[in-house]
């Protein structure tokens, strides 16, 4: 079965440096999201991706967050400067369409900010 | 706000009895409906999807949508311990809404 594929798996970084979370969608979906859940708390949309541009954002994703899809096949999320409440699981998915499709999510990226 | 509800639990319930997971959400123009499981420190896996009101059946897991009401659930016949996981109730009306999820523990 097709997978979503992310890296790295964990990460822990100092407050204040950049990093970078990859993921690798199903190669025929079309739409591509990044979400994020804090310990104990809800899955929570941070943006999503449609024809190498932005579609939409949540008032999370602010302007130390950007995407980028590098190449045909990974998908990017960079965090320029990171606090420590970025501290979070960080959620790759993607989707062969809108509406009515759900999304098939990767195995997630948990960020660790000290 | 687009919100959606699920009573967070724990809902426990004895093996081989009948789970029943709820959720209400608040947007009209929602146009899909979504169950997903999480286990613990896992990703979110997509385990029913509905688009029109009744019931929809695959294997032991019913999935029910009521568009006047707002509301959505899910029924797991014949609980089994591996059930026991977060259940999370998603909604698309543009993108994918969670719920704060329903914890579910099958005790043997």
């Known amino acids: 079965e097709p997978e979503v594929t992310q890296t790295p798996s964990h990460q822990v970084t100092q407050m204040g440096q950049e990093v970078i979370l990859r993921c690798v969608p199903i190669s025929n979906h079309l739409y591509f999201y990044w979400y994020r859940q804090i310990l104990g708390q809800k899955v929570e949309f941070l943006v999503s991706?449609?024809?190498?541009?932005?579609?939409?954002k949540s008032e999370i994703f602010d302007d130390q967050f950007s995407v980028e899809r590098p190449d045909g096949s990974n998908f990017t999320l960079k965090i320029r400067s990171t606090k420590l409440e970025d501290s979070a699981m960080y959620f790759c998915?993607?989707?062969?369409?809108?509406?009515?499709?759900?999304?098939?999510f990767g195995s997630g990226t948990r960020l660790t900010v000290v | 706000q687009k919100e959606v509800e699920q009573n967070s639990g724990p809902l426990s319930v004895p093996e081989g009895a009948i789970a029943s997971l709820n959720c209400t959400y608040s947007?009209?123009?929602?146009?899909?409906f979504f169950w997903y499981r999480q286990y613990s420190g896992k990703s979110p896996e997509l385990i029913m999807s509905i688009y029109s009101n009744g019931d929809k059946e695959d294997g032991r897991f019913t999935a029910q949508l009521n568009k006047a009401s707002q509301y959505v659930s899910l029924l797991i016949r014949d609980s089994q311990p591996s059930d026991s996981a977060t259940y999370l109730c998603?909604?698309?009306?543009?993108?994918?809404?969670f719920g704060q999820g329903t914890e579910l523990s099958v005790k043997p």
């Open positions: 998603a909604v698309n009306g543009g993108k994918l809404i």
């Open positions: 947007d009209r123009g929602s146009q899909s």
């Open positions: 991706f449609y024809n190498n541009e932005i579609s939409e």
């Open positions: 998915a993607s989707s062969p369409g809108q509406g009515l499709y759900g999304y098939t």
